[in-house]
């Protein structure tokens, strides 16, 4: 069966320091990847999506980046936080990749604060 | 640009009651898929239903089921028996191209027992 982690679980940073969350999936090959970012009390906004390693799409312009260097493993990256990078991020997959309309599943999410 | 709305931010139910909890959109697209995802207070989101709009007949999961009604763009979720174990924020979201979803801002469902 297919499994996604994501760590770490809780992370408080200074503004201006450097972020990296990780995700990686175990039991399937070649998924569509997601970065989903989620503020207290809101629906989720999608940051990032990947259809293979190297490719990534961003979605909203902003100090984050993404990067996929091995084929199950997805990177959220900054090099200077700022106090409106906190909240909830969550990363997903979907089974096949390009296809839309698949079931995305989600890991357990990073909760962010920034001070 | 697609948009998802959940009219009701809140809603309650009393144990083993039936509760139904609103969604439309907004496409111009002919063929798309409807999700519902619930997302406990561990924050992990779990999906609840699936619904592809090409197919007529109204998904169904245990005693979860939608309404589908395609021509008003809504897509109501439907909880039979309701259970503590319900009690959650559920989302309703659209996918589009790549299966890149859009959710609306969710309603947080309270079980009374």
Same mark, same amino acid.
């Given at each position: 069966?297919?499994? @996604?982690?994501?760590?770490?679980?809780?992370?408080?940073?200074?503004?201006?320091?450097? !972020?990296?969350?990780?995700?990686?999936?175990?039991?399937?090959?070649?998924?569509?990847?997601?970065?989903?970012?989620? /503020?207290?009390?809101?629906?989720?906004? !999608?940051?990032?999506?990947?259809?293979?390693?190297?490719? @990534?799409?961003?979605?909203?312009?902003?100090?984050?980046?993404?990067?996929?260097?091995?084929?199950?493993?997805? @990177?959220?990256?900054?090099?200077?936080?700022?106090?409106?990078?906190?909240?909830?991020?969550?990363? /997903?997959?979907?089974?096949?990749?390009?296809?839309?309309?698949?079931?995305?599943?989600?890991?357990?999410?990073?909760?962010?604060?920034?001070? | 640009?697609?948009?998802?709305?959940?009219?009701?931010?809140?809603?309650?139910?009393?144990?083993?009651?039936?509760?139904?909890?609103?969604?439309?959109?907004?496409?111009?697209?002919?063929?798309?898929?409807?999700?519902?995802?619930?997302?406990?207070?561990?924050?992990?989101?779990?999906?609840?239903?699936?619904?592809?709009?090409?197919?007529?007949?109204?998904?169904?999961?245990?005693?979860?089921?939608?309404?589908?009604?395609?021509?008003?763009?809504?897509?109501?979720?439907?909880?039979?028996?309701?259970?503590? =174990?319900?009690?959650?924020?559920?989302?309703?979201?659209?996918?589009?191209?790549? =299966?890149?979803?859009?959710? =609306?801002? =969710?309603?947080?469902?309270?079980?009374?027992?």
């Amino acid at each position: 069966s297919q499994t @996604i982690h994501q760590w770490p679980a809780t992370l408080v940073q200074p503004v201006g320091s450097p !972020l990296s969350l990780e995700c990686t999936v175990e039991g399937t090959s070649n998924p569509n990847l997601y970065w989903y970012r989620q /503020a207290a009390g809101r629906g989720l906004q !999608l940051l990032f999506y990947s259809v293979g390693i190297g490719q @990534i799409s961003s979605e909203v312009p902003q100090n984050l980046s993404a990067s996929r260097p091995q084929d199950r493993q997805f @990177i959220l990256s900054s090099k200077k936080l700022l106090l409106s990078d906190s909240g909830f991020y969550l990363c /997903a997959w979907s089974g096949r990749a390009g296809v839309w309309g698949d079931t995305q599943y989600f890991g357990p999410g990073t909760r962010l604060t920034v001070l | 640009a697609q948009t998802v709305t959940q009219s009701q931010p809140e809603m309650s139910v009393q144990e083993a009651e039936t509760v139904t909890l609103s969604c439309t959109y907004d496409t111009s697209e002919s063929d798309y898929y409807l999700f519902w995802y619930k997302q406990p207070p561990s924050r992990q989101m779990i999906l609840v239903i699936r619904q592809e709009a090409y197919k007529q007949q109204n998904a169904t999961e245990n005693r979860f089921s939608v309404n589908f009604q395609k021509a008003a763009k809504s897509f109501s979720l439907k909880i039979s028996d309701s259970q503590l =174990g319900d009690a959650a924020m559920y989302f309703c979201a659209y996918s589009t191209s790549y =299966g890149k979803l859009t959710f =609306g801002q =969710g309603t947080i469902l309270t079980v009374h027992p």
